[in-house]
C-alpha cells in the first residue's frame, strides 16, 4: 500500500516562507508509480465545503505547473532518484493558509491521501 506523508508546515508571518515535503513509500510499485505520473500539491483551505484545489504539479520529465494564485512564488521540485517531492513557498499570504497534501495529478488517488501539513500565515 502505498503511503504519502507530507511535512514542513507551521505557523508563518505574512511574506515568510516555508518549505514542504513529501515522501512516499509502502509499495514495491511505488517507484514505477510515481515515476511515471505527475505528482502535485493540493491544499484545502479552511472553512466549510472547501475542496483540495491544485496548487502546483511536477511531470515524471521534470514540467511544472502552477496554480493561477501561487504562481512566481512557489515552486514544486523531486529529489532525484528518490520518491520525495517539495512544494517551496515564498511570499505567503494570509490566503495560503490551509492543509497541503500531495498526490498524483491532475487526479488525485482517493486511497494514497496522507494527513496533510498544516500551513497558517498570520500576523
Known amino acids: 500500500q502505498v503511503q504519502l506523508v507530507e511535512s514542513g508546515g507551521g ?3 505574512p ?3 516555508l518549505r514542504l515535503s513529501c515522501a512516499a513509500s509502502g509499495s514495491i ?3 514505477t508509480i ?3 505520473n505527475d505528482m502535485g500539491w493540493y491544499r ?3 472553512g466549510p465545503g472547501k475542496q483540495r ?3 502546483a504539479r511536477i511531470s515524471s520529465g521534470g514540467s511544472t505547473d502552477y496554480a493561477d494564485s501561487v504562481k512566481g512564488r512557489f515552486t514544486i521540485s523531486r529529489a532525484n532518484g528518490r520518491n520525495t517531492w517539495y512544494l517551496q513557498m515564498n511570499s505567503l499570504k494570509p490566503e ?3 492543509v497541503y497534501y500531495c498526490n498524483v495529478a491532475p487526479v488525485p488517488q482517493s486511497d494514497y491521501w496522507g ?3 498544516q500551513v497558517t500565515v498570520s500576523s
Do not use: K
Request: net charge negative.
Open 34 to 36: 510515481f515515476s511515471i
Open 53 to 55: 484545489e491544485l496548487v
Open 96 to 98: 495560503d493558509t490551509g
Open 15 to 17: 511574506g515568510g516562507s
Open 44 to 46: 484545502q483551505a479552511p
Open 115 to 117: 494527513q496533510g501539513t
Open 11 to 13: 505557523l508563518v508571518q
Open 29 to 31: 510499485f511505488t517507484g
